[in-house]
């Protein structure tokens, strides 16, 4: 049995300061923010008069949110759509330390503060992360929804507006690449009253950032193409306060066959509860038995828990085959901006909204110009240049730890290395492939081949006692 119930509010370490609009006076140079901006314009792109450079962000995510603040500071008509102000998307909602720094995020908005992590095996063993954290360093644990709401609010206040609408289809022009024609926009508003049925509209505008998530219209109506994706299904518990307290700063994953055979089972803390959730690319059908398993590894610590909400969600494997045409550039999810292993995504959808918006506003000379696809095609091209490697290591790793149960036994012994759980939480932290001591690496690689021979070893054991 599941019920809805709201979630009450969790002050954490501070309260954030009210936001004021941001006044954004077009025709003056300090209405620009305090961003080092190159900018790129081309001499042939086209002067606008009487209006600055239209943009639609279709979706109101973490991507989308930051990328509709950054427009509207930077000088574009910004409009921002988005079907569900409300919307819980099932996330585990983990985000590094460096966002929180990056991204100015308010310490009120995160539930927990994480500084230890439990690693457990599919035997149960257990291995505790964190010992390498520094005194200020930190797991931020959220809830989307109070994510999203504040990017978008952020962004409303910076100058953006705001439509709760969804995005149906576009009319792309015959000169989709140049200074063409607009694009239009057809999509139906909502009132926010429940219920309603919502009025179509249009809307013209010169550039299309699509933030609308692993279902993407934006990205189906320029022809994208599909990519693989994970289902992950989480639950979120409300458990007695005395379990509680044992998440009050430790999150738990488990590897397994029985929680996924390609992924992870997690239990994640929140405000005043747990979010309990798994995921699989290979299994989507068994999901729901993954779940079951997930819940039974963790029993003894959520007993007399209560589910109150049910979430399922798609997860992108890897980046789309086309993430942009034209004027039109996808960003987030939409794009595919997923890592592999760690299943993580919130970041990158705000850095990837951030880093798009950033190459309009370059390119468009803080929205005088108009902008063509070279000016977006910037922003892929610094986006890989910066992410790539990350995508790389972490793919790698999935292939190698998540492909059986004794290389996840592996896996867990070698993250009792200290050398590695420096090496992780950094990279972690600040996004950044940590480069390592080469003495140490030799070290790892040694003990990793080790663990995974040990591994193997054991699990033929184990074969012999079951037969």
Not at 196 to 217: F, H, P
Request: proline share 5%.
């Amino acid at each position: 049995m599941t019920s809805s119930i709201a979630f009450k509010p969790f002050i954490g370490l501070r309260q954030s300061a009210p936001m004021k609009p941001y006044t954004n006076n077009q025709t003056s140079h300090n209405s620009k923010p305090n961003t080092k901006f190159t900018i790129r314009a081309s001499k042939t792109s086209l002067k606008l008069t009487n209006r600055n450079l239209r943009v639609a962000v279709i979706g109101g995510g973490p991507s989308g949110g930051s990328a509709a603040e950054t427009l509207a500071k930077g000088g574009i008509e910004t409009y921002l759509i988005e079907r569900k102000l409300d919307n819980c998307k099932p996330c585990g909602g983990a985000i590094p330390l460096c966002m929180v720094g990056e991204f100015n995020l308010p310490l009120d908005i995160i539930d927990r503060k994480v500084t230890e992590m439990k690693m457990i095996s599919p035997s149960n063993i257990a291995v505790l992360l964190g010992k390498t954290l520094k005194p200020h360093e930190y797991v931020g644990m959220l809830r989307r929804e109070v994510l999203d709401s504040f990017l978008r609010e952020r962004a409303q206040v910076s100058g953006a507006t705001v439509i709760n609408g969804l995005f149906l289809t576009m009319d792309i022009p015959k000169n989709a690449w140049g200074n063409g024609d607009p694009y239009v926009l057809h999509y139906t508003e909502y009132d926010g009253k429940k219920g309603g049925t919502g009025v179509k509209k249009t809307l013209e505008v010169d550039a299309i950032i699509g933030a609308d998530g692993a279902n993407s219209r934006v990205a189906k109506a320029i022809d994208a193409g599909d990519y693989d994706y994970s289902i992950a299904f989480q639950e979120r518990i409300k458990i007695p306060d005395d379990k509680m307290k044992y998440y009050e700063n430790l999150a738990e994953m488990y590897v397994g066959d029985d929680v996924s055979p390609d992924f992870y089972g997690w239990v994640f803390p929140k405000c005043d509860h747990v979010a309990v959730g798994t995921g699989t690319l290979t299994h989507k059908g068994d999901i729901k038995k993954y779940q079951i398993a997930i819940r039974n590894r963790a029993k003894n610590k959520i007993l007399g828990g209560k589910i109150v909400r049910v979430e399922a969600h798609p997860i992108p494997e890897h980046p789309r085959p086309r993430r942009l045409s034209g004027r039109v550039a996808l960003v987030g999810d939409a794009a595919g901006y997923v890592t592999k292993c760690s299943g993580e995504g919130i970041y990158f959808a705000a850095k990837s909204g951030r880093m798009c918006a950033e190459a309009i506003v370059e390119g468009s000379e803080w929205g005088k110009r108009m902008v063509d696809e070279s000016d977006l095609r910037n922003y892929l091209e610094k986006w890989d240049k910066t992410y790539w490697p990350t995508y790389k290591v972490l793919d790698v790793l999935q292939k190698v730890f998540y492909r059986s149960n004794p290389a996840r036994e592996a896996f867990v012994e070698m993250c009792a290395d200290e050398y590695v759980q420096k090496m992780t939480f950094d990279s972690y932290l600040y996004k950044k492939i940590v480069p390592g001591n080469p003495l140490d690496d030799l070290k790892l690689a040694v003990n990793t081949i080790g663990s995974l021979v040990r591994a193997h070893a054991l699990n033929k054991e184990m074969e012999k006692v079951s037969v």
